[in-house]
């Protein structure tokens, strides 16, 4: 297998979303992870630019498991889960893992 090319970000999305399987649900989650990581990556680009301000890997890492869980939560997703059982492992909170 060859990876995605860095300057097609289109290629890069496909395969980070195929790569998980054939589940729609699980393709739909890595969708939504992949758009997240972009977003994140991006505001931190822009936090780093505009304001001076650097955070580190493992914040930004909190940061797309956090927005993840409340986007998951926003569209009714995930009903009763708390937040430590999504961080540890949401595939399996997902039912698709």
């Not at 097609?8 to 969708?31: C, E, K, P």
Request: hydrophobic share 50%.
């Amino acid at each position: 297998m060859f990876g995605a090319d860095p300057y097609d970000i289109a290629a890069h999305f496909h395969q980070f979303t195929y790569l998980a399987g054939g589940l729609v649900t699980r393709r739909s989650f890595m969708q939504i992870l992949w758009l997240l990581c972009v977003w994140v990556l991006w505001s931190e680009r822009n936090n780093r630019l505009f304001q001076n301000k650097v955070n580190y890997m493992h914040y930004l890492l909190e940061k797309v498991k956090i927005h993840s869980y409340w986007w998951m939560k926003a569209a009714n997703a995930i009903y009763i889960l708390e937040v430590h059982s999504w961080f540890a492992c949401p595939l399996a909170c997902l039912g698709i893992g």
